[in-house]
C-alpha cells in the first residue's frame, strides 16, 4: 500500500493542528520501530522487544487530570478529588498553545477503534511527537483494517493529542504543575502534556467510555475477562487494582482471554475495548506466567522502564531501579488462547480481586447481591512498603469500582448497572484475596499462585458452589471450608495466625477502614448495601 493511501481523507485541521511538519500516518510496527531507532527514542532488545524510558513520569499522574467544566457535561459528572474541574477557556488557551508548539514538527497519527462491539465502538486518533508512543497506541487499541477505503474514510469521534515534551505553565493555565491530562468531553478531544508515561493514552479514551456508555445502557468495567475453552457460556470478568493479579489471573492457559484491563457489559454481552495488553513485569515469574513472560521477548513489544544491559541488549525484569511499575505493551495477538472478537456472552462468574497486606481477607469467599455492591463501591486493596514512596508499612487503598481515577459519573451510577446485570443474568460474585496470610505484610506471606488458581477453577467450574460454607464473622460473607489443592487452614485465615487476639485486633481495625471509606456513598439508596459490609 502506498504512503498517500495510509492518509484519511478527514485530517487534522478539525482539531487546530496546522502547519505540521512531516506527518506520518498509521506506519506499521517495523516502520514504527524504525523511525524510534533513527530518532533514539528506543532500544531493541535481545530477541526484539523494544526498550523505552518515560523519564520522571513512570506512572499516572492521577493529581494532574482535568476535566472541562462546560454546559453539556457539567451536570453529569463526579467532581471533586477524581474529577477535577477545569475552565473551557483555559482548555482552550491550552489547546492553541499546544498546536503552536507543534507547527513545523514532525507527529505521527494512528487511527485506530476502542470497543469491539460495533454497537459501541469509539473511533480514535493518536497523534503523537514520538514514534515509540504511536506504536503503544498501534498495540493497545483495535487495528482499523488496512484496506485502503477503511483508512480513507476513516473519521475520528475521539482525539487524543500527546505531546510529553510540551508543559503546562501552572500560573497562566491554572494546572498544578507542568503535567496534564485534560479531556473535553462533549468535543471528545484528550490533551497530553509535560508526561511520556504511555497508560496517560488508553487510560484517557477509557475515561472516555466510561462516561458515554453507562447512557446507552452498557457498563464500563476496569476488568480482565475470559471464558472456558469448552464452553462458551463459562465467561468470567475479573475487577482489581494494580498489583492484585488481573492480569496474571485471566491469562489461563486453560481458558481463552477475551481482554485484561478494559471492557463493557451491553445487553449481548461483554467486550473488549482494546487490542493489546498493558501488563506489570516487575519479577515477572516465566514458571507462573508463562504466557506474560514469552510477550516480554517478542518483536513489537513496547517494554516501558525495564532495564536493560546496553552491550549485550538483554533485559532485567527483576531490576526495579527505574520503578516498581515496569510495563509490558503488546498486541492481544501475541498471546496464544484469546478470543479474536473481543466478544463473549454474559458472565456467568464475577471475581473481584484484592491483594490485603493486612491478612485477614480469606482466598475467596462468595458474596451476595448487596455484598458484591459494597465490596464494588469500596474498591479495596492495599499498598506495601517499597512500592510507593513513603509508603513504611501496609496502608488500606479504597478505590470506587476497582478504578475510581477513569470513573467520570457517581460510582453508583457504575454499582446499579452491574446490580441489575447480576440480577439478569444470575451471576456468582467472589471475592479473592491474592494478599497475606498467616499474619500482615513483614509477618505472614503472599498467598501462594498455586492456591488462588486452585479455588478460581473451583469457583469457575461450579464446585465451588456444592461445598459446605461458614460465614466469616466480621465481614459476614460465606467462605467455602473446602477446595482440593487448597489446605483448610489456610481457607481460615485466623488459624494462620499465631496469636488469635492479634487477628481479632487487625480484623476489627481493617472493618474500621471499610466503615470510614463508604461514609461517603451513604445515602437512602444504599441503605441495604452498606449494611452488608463488616460488622464493627
Not at 274 to 292: D, F, H, M, N, R
Amino acid at each position: 500500500m502506498e504512503t498517500r493511501d495510509l492518509v484519511p481523507d478527514h485530517q487534522l485541521d478539525h482539531v487546530g493542528l496546522h502547519h505540521l511538519g512531516q506527518v506520518y500516518w498509521n506506519r506499521s510496527t517495523p516502520e514504527l520501530y524504525e523511525h524510534a531507532i533513527r530518532r533514539y527514542e528506543a532500544q531493541v532488545a535481545h530477541l526484539g522487544p523494544l526498550v523505552v524510558s518515560t523519564g520522571q513520569h513512570t506512572g499516572r499522574a492521577a493529581k494532574d487530570k482535568y476535566v472541562v467544566d462546560e454546559p453539556k457535561t457539567t451536570g453529569e459528572i463526579w467532581w471533586g478529588k477524581v474529577n477535577l474541574k477545569y475552565p473551557e477557556e483555559r482548555f482552550d488557551a491550552l489547546h492553541r498553545r499546544m498546536a503552536a508548539y507543534l507547527r513545523g514538527k514532525t507527529v505521527f497519527v494512528k487511527d485506530c477503534y476502542a470497543g469491539a462491539d460495533e454497537n459501541y465502538r469509539e473511533n480514535v486518533r493518536v497523534v503523537t511527537e514520538s514514534a515509540w508512543h504511536n506504536l503503544f497506541a498501534h498495540n493497545m487499541f483495535i487495528q482499523v483494517p488496512r484496506e485502503r477505503s477503511a483508512i480513507r474514510s476513516f473519521v475520528p469521534d475521539f482525539t487524543v493529542i500527546h505531546c510529553p515534551s510540551f508543559n503546562a505553565d501552572p500560573e497562566d493555565d491554572r494546572t498544578r504543575s507542568g503535567t496534564f491530562v485534560a479531556l473535553h468531553l462533549s468535543r471528545k478531544l484528550v490533551l497530553i502534556g509535560g508526561s511520556a508515561y504511555a497508560g496517560e493514552i488508553k487510560k484517557s479514551i477509557f475515561t472516555g467510555l466510561n462516561f458515554l456508555l453507562p447512557a446507552q445502557d452498557v457498563l464500563s468495567m476496569h476488568c480482565s475477562a475470559n471464558v472456558s475453552k469448552d464452553d462458551p457460556s463459562n465467561v468470567a470478568v475479573f475487577f482489581g487494582l494494580s498489583g492484585t493479579g488481573k492480569t496474571t489471573l485471566s491469562a489461563d492457559p486453560n481458558r481463552l482471554l477475551i481482554g485484561d484491563d478494559e471492557h463493557g457489559w451491553s445487553d449481548k454481552g461483554i467486550f473488549n475495548f482494546e487490542g493489546g495488553c498493558y501488563a506489570k513485569v516487575i519479577q515477572l515469574s516465566q514458571t507462573s506466567e508463562p504466557e506474560i513472560y514469552e510477550c516480554t521477548r517478542r518483536f513489537g513489544t513496547v517494554l516501558e522502564n525495564v532495564a536493560i544491559n546496553t552491550a549485550t541488549r538483554r533485559v532485567d525484569l527483576n531490576d526495579a531501579s527505574f520503578t516498581e511499575n515496569t510495563r509490558a505493551s503488546y498486541p492481544l495477538t501475541h498471546l496464544p488462547n484469546i478470543v479474536r472478537s473481543g466478544m463473549a456472552g454474559h458472565p456467568r462468574n464475577i471475581i473481584m480481586l484484592t491483594a490485603d497486606a493486612f491478612g485477614i481477607l480469606p482466598p475467596i469467599a462468595r458474596l451476595t447481591e448487596d455484598q458484591a455492591m459494597y465490596h464494588f463501591i469500596s474498591g479495596y486493596t492495599a499498598k506495601v512498603a517499597g512500592t510507593e514512596k513513603g509508603v513504611k508499612e501496609p496502608a488500606a487503598t479504597f478505590s470506587a469500582c476497582f478504578g475510581a481515577p477513569f470513573m467520570v459519573r457517581h460510582p453508583s451510577v457504575y454499582a446499579q448497572l452491574l446490580a441489575r446485570k447480576i440480577r439478569e443474568h444470575r451471576a456468582a460474585c467472589w471475592l479473592v484475596n491474592t494478599g497475606w496470610t498467616g499474619g500482615a505484610y513483614g509477618t505472614g506471606s503472599r498467598m501462594k499462585i498455586e492456591f488462588t488458581r486452585a479455588l478460581l477453577n473451583a469457583a469457575l467450574s461450579g464446585s465451588l458452589e456444592k461445598v459446605a460454607m461458614r460465614p466469616d464473622p466480621v465481614f459476614g460473607f460465606d467462605v467455602p471450608r473446602e477446595c482440593p489443592g487448597v489446605p483448610a487452614d489456610i481457607l481460615e485465615p485466623s488459624r494462620t495466625w499465631s496469636s488469635q487476639s492479634d487477628y481479632d485486633a487487625q480484623a476489627k481495625k481493617l472493618a474500621a477502614m471499610f466503615h470510614e471509606n463508604f461514609e461517603q456513598f451513604r445515602d437512602p439508596s444504599t441503605k441495604d448495601v452498606e449494611a452488608a459490609g463488616p460488622r464493627v
